[in-house]
């Protein structure tokens, strides 16, 4: 059984910064890319951000030059540093993992932006 346990969600003014993780455990033989995706009431689920195992990255254009996405290989853990974050940019943020050939998700962690 794969799981992805996410942290770092939580409340922070419009212009701070926060850090979300991301954590995979269980009987893992590969991981073929991770990544962050956001959504908010009423809408879709959108990507954010993603990296694959040879270090590609691929950002929504609304995030790109304020959130950066890392990875830790020997943790099995994906980061998503968040840096000027807007009032927009609220929603429960979701891990994504394609791990064994098989697509996970994590149980999504609220970031809400808010003066």
């Known amino acids: 059984q794969v799981q992805l346990v996410e942290s770092g969600g939580g409340l922070v003014q419009p212009g701070g910064s926060l850090r979300l993780s991301c954590a995979a455990s269980g009987s893992i033989f590969k991981i073929s890319g991770m990544g962050w995706f956001r959504q908010v009431p009423g809408k879709q689920r959108e990507l954010v951000a993603t990296?694959?195992?040879?270090?590609?990255?691929n950002y929504a254009d609304s995030v790109k030059g304020r959130f950066t996405i890392s990875r830790d290989n020997a943790k099995n853990t994906v980061y998503l540093q968040m840096n000027s974050l807007k009032p927009e940019d609220t929603a429960i943020y979701y891990c994504h993992a394609l791990i064994n050939e098989r697509d996970y998700w994590g149980q999504g962690t609220q970031v809400t932006v808010s003066s």
């Open positions: 990296l694959t195992t040879t270090g590609r990255t």
